[in-house]
T-cell receptor
Framework: AQSVAQPEDQVNVAEGNPLTVKCTYS??????LFWYVQYPNRGLQFLLK??????LVKGSYGFEAEFNKSQTSFHLKKPSALVSDSALYFC????????????FGTGTRLTIIP | GAVVSQHPSRVICKSGTSVKIECRSL??????MFWYRQFPKKSLMLMAT?????????EQGVEKDKFLINHASLTLSTLTVTSAHPEDSSFYIC???????????FGSGTRLTVV
């Protein structure tokens, strides 16, 4: 079985400060990991993914995430937050040797305070 | 990049009627598409996995006869909510898997309101 935990329902960050949105996962094999962002009444937009290779993954809009196998984490980060980053963020995992289904975390609402 | 088009974006229907939602992959072939339901301020709940040319695989607790899924081509999957009731009101999102890129691209979602 595969699962994802996003321990924080809500994260508030002042504009210009660094932000972190946490994600931990559980898979029986090796993971494919994804981050998506959702704006109100919209579908999910892809931010970045880890498949293999370098543990530090850079994605859209200045976001990055670090795959940490020992801590089974894939936290999303950005050095300097923008008000426009305010949205709902989802982490997702898929076991490489499992079926094709993605398992999503419960989502973290990020609010950037001007 | 890969684009998935989902229509309609918003639909209001009367109780007892059926509604069809389309999901198209515009620039890649998707042998597998996924249908999700999202409740307010909640995560995505996978309803079913749609495979081109074969029957969909439904998740536990999802009524097959109520949520009909058809994946007749490599670029189109449809979800039909049959005999809709107010409790079916929700935000439905489709996703298509691009095998070549190991990507999952999402449609923009459909807000269904049953009155």
């Amino acid at each position: 079985a595969q699962s994802v935990a996003q321990p924080e329902d809500q994260v508030n960050v002042a504009e210009g400060n660094p932000l972190t949105v946490k994600c931990t996962y559980s898979v029986s094999g090796n993971p494919y990991l994804f981050w998506y962002v959702q704006y109100p009444n919209r579908g999910l937009q892809f931010l970045l993914k880890y498949i293999t290779g370098d543990n530090l993954v850079k994605g859209s809009y200045g976001f990055e995430a670090e795959f940490n196998k020992s801590q089974t984490s894939f936290h999303l980060k950005k050095p300097s937050a923008l008000v426009s980053d305010s949205a709902l963020y989802f982490c997702a995992v898929r076991d490489i040797k499992g079926n094709e289904k993605l398992t999503f975390g419960t989502g973290t609402r990020l609010t950037i305070i001007p | 990049g890969a684009v998935v088009s989902q229509h309609p974006s918003r639909v209001i229907c009367k109780s007892g009627t059926s509604v069809k939602i389309e999901c198209r992959s515009l620039d890649f072939q998707a042998t597998t598409m996924f249908w999700y339901r999202q409740f307010p301020k909640k995560s995505l709940m996978l309803m079913a996995t749609s495979n081109e040319g074969s029957k969909a695989t439904y998740e536990q607790g999802v009524e097959k006869d109520k949520f009909l899924i058809n994946h007749a081509s490599l670029t189109l999957s449809t979800l039909t909510v049959t005999s809709a009731h107010p409790e079916d009101s929700s935000f439905y999102i489709c996703s298509a898997r691009d095998l070549m890129a190991e990507d999952y691209t999402f449609g923009s979602g459909t807000r269904l309101t049953v009155v």
